[in-house]
T-cell receptor, first 110, second 115 residues
Framework: GQSLEQPSEVTAVEGAIVQINCTYQ??????LSWYQQHDGGAPTFLSY????GLEETGRFSSFLSRSDSYGYLLLQELQMKDSASYFC???????????FGTGTRLKVLA | DVKVTQSSRYLVKRTGEKVFLECVQD?????MFWYRQDPGLGLRLIYF???????EKGDIPEGYSVSREKKERFSLILESASTNQTSMYLC??????????????FGDGTRLSIL
């Protein structure tokens, strides 16, 4: 089957760097996306990796390794407002279905 | 800014009722999606549509149907509501294309309770 696994919760302090991992099992996909969701809010798009390697967008970076079936989201210079849930997602190239990971709740401490 | 609007933020219905959840987007997106979100399970795809009058089953379509009569509107229908359909329902839309960066834009969600 297809699945994307993430740690359920990560805690870090303001100003720190945190990495949220995403491991997946799927036969083929177009790329790996990351979304952020604050409590009570809608998921919002953060980043997309079509190819292996690192994509940087300000304080956020995302990485993909297809050979390792693995990706991660890296958040630098953590701020309190980064406290949210983060989801990885991919689109299966055979079925065109989008699959989301189980989500990681990030808590940023002062 | 892209706007995806879901008709209700909170909804309470009774078992056996037919329930309609409406979603409208204003960016001429071809793709529209319905997900449900439950704690610890992430977002699960119920149905999606890549064009008007077109629909495809997602991973959990049982007990649901959809309608896309106009490009901007995608409706989710619970044919006979049951308590296990109590959940947060999220609608999303995106431009066509899967091989390139095509973010999904989400509505604020409908928290549906079936009593």
């Amino acid at each position: 089957g297809q699945s994307l696994e993430q740690p359920s919760e990560v805690t870090a302090v303001e100003g720190a760097i945190v990495q949220i991992n995403c491991t997946y099992q799927t036969s083929g996909f177009y790329g790996l996306s990351w979304y952020q969701q604050h409590d009570g809010g809608a998921p919002t798009f953060l980043s997309y990796n079509a190819l292996d390697g690192l994509e940087e967008t300000g304080r956020f970076s995302s990485f993909l390794s297809r050979s390792d079936s693995y990706g991660y989201l890296l958040l630098q210079e953590l701020q309190m407002k980064d406290s949210a849930s983060y989801f990885c997602a991919l689109c299966n190239s055979g079925t065109y279905k989008y699959i989301f990971g189980t989500g990681t709740r990030l808590k940023v401490l002062a | 800014d892209v706007k995806v609007t879901q008709s209700s933020r909170y909804l309470v219905k009774r078992t056996g009722e037919k329930v309609f959840l409406e979603c409208v987007q204003d960016m001429d997106h071809e793709n529209m999606f319905w997900y449900r979100q439950d704690p610890g399970l992430g977002l699960r795809l119920i149905y999606f549509s890549y064009d008007v009058k077109m629909k495809e089953k997602g991973d959990i379509p049982e007990g649901y149907s959809v309608s896309r009569e106009k490009k901007e509107r995608f409706s989710l229908i619970l044919e006979s509501a049951s308590t296990n359909q109590t959940s947060m329902y999220l609608c999303a839309s995106s431009f066509r294309g899967t091989g390139i960066r095509q973010p999904q834009h989400f509505g604020d969600g409908t928290r549906l309770s079936i009593l």
